[in-house]
């Protein structure tokens, strides 16, 4: 699943120690390997090869440019969810013809700047949405293609903050809504309707509600096919999980397998916009232990990373394995690893076994490549971590380490205070 292994007791991703990366870089940071980005990506390719989709790399998973330029230089085009999104994506020369847009919120900075820069579609999620495409459209004289988002009421067995494709969360348009505005398009005079959009939420394991899913899309394109209406374009989204503890995701084979069917015979361009299972496994977090605390109720190893660093285990109560960069044979306790945050819920692991780690050991908190570093934050006035790519024994910085200059730039005192 990924390139991060133990070569005699020590960590390596790919062909480096990541102890000598953590020499160089200091800590914590993350660390992203070049190889297995590239794997999971060409994983998917080969098993969907035989409707050749455009694979939209989920830009909100994961932004660093170098991650980016390799995805990009693969074939992949980027899902993006703001115009800032969209900027990078264009800094790493990101074909605007393998760009989707989708966000609840587009603004008209944002709506503007996607028209002016030509990208694939506008990934619609509401009427209002759809009306103000089309005014900013005329305003700017352009043509904008749309996906409609369809809302298909399928639950996802994942947790409640990332289910996205039931009525009770705030995406996507209902069927009967999709139905009026396909029959009505013609009032959009600067839009053309020419796809329909589903993603039904994150850390999916099972094909079935994909399945389910894509089920309700094609009676739904059929319907439409007998009124006359065409479409150009599905996006069935993204969702795919990863190994975090005891789930067995679906590989991608399992996935293709399950869903090649149904699409084979839509005569339709595929879009698919896979994040974490690109880049989940490709990254790690390291951090390194400050103290062992015993309260003579339970122990704490306390580490230099904190939840601002890495926010998962807080929000979502989400499980990573941590795995210490140098294996040993020492008794194994048990440990809560806990961050420096002013907060109860700074904490990476629960009732965690390691063995026990003494000052300035290291730990690699393993399947961090999603949602880690973009959800990062500066709480408490903390610098945000470097991150790092490995491609075999080369490694470099690909984004620095935030200074104390940097945190407070843009800040002033009031003359009225001074």
Known sequence: MHDFHYKSNVLYCEETKVADVANAVGTPFYLYSHHTLVDHFTKIQKAFAKINPLICFAMK???????LKTLVDQGAG?????????????????APKKIVFASVGKTEEEIAFALQKGILLFNVESIPELDEINRIAKKTNKKAQVALRINPDVAAATHDFITTGTLKNKFGIDLASTREILKGQGRYSHINISGLHIHIGSQIVKSDPFVTAIKKVIEFIAELRQAGIKIKYLDIGGGMGIIYKDENPQTAEEFATAILPHLEKLDLQ?????????????????????????????????VDGGMNDLIRPSLYNAYHDIWPLKKTA???????????????????????????????????????????????????????VPEVMVKGK????????????????????????K
Do not use: H, W
């Open 61 to 67: 998973s994961n932004d660093n440019l170098a991650v």
């Open 78 to 94: 980027l899902d993006i969810v703001s115009v800032g999104e969209l900027k990078k994506a264009l800094k790493v020369k990101a």
């Open 270 to 302: 595929v879009i698919m916009e896979p994040g974490r299972f690109i880049v989940g496994n490709a990254g790690i977090f390291v951090t390194k232990v400050l103290y062992l605390k015993d309260n003579g109720f339970k122990k704490f190893l306390i």
């Open 330 to 384: 020492k008794e194994k306790i048990t440990v809560d690893v806990v961050g420096p945050i002013c907060e109860s819920g700074d904490f990476f692991a629960k009732e965690r076994s390691l063995p026990i780690m003494e000052k300035n050991d290291l730990l690699a908190v393993m399947s961090a490549g999603a949602y880690g570093y973009v959800m990062s934050s500066n709480y408490n006035v903390r610098c945000r």
């Open 394 to 417: 080369q490694f470099d910085i690909t984004k620095k380490r935030e200074t104390f200059a940097d945190l407070i730039r843009g800040e002033s005192i009031p003359e009225f205070l």
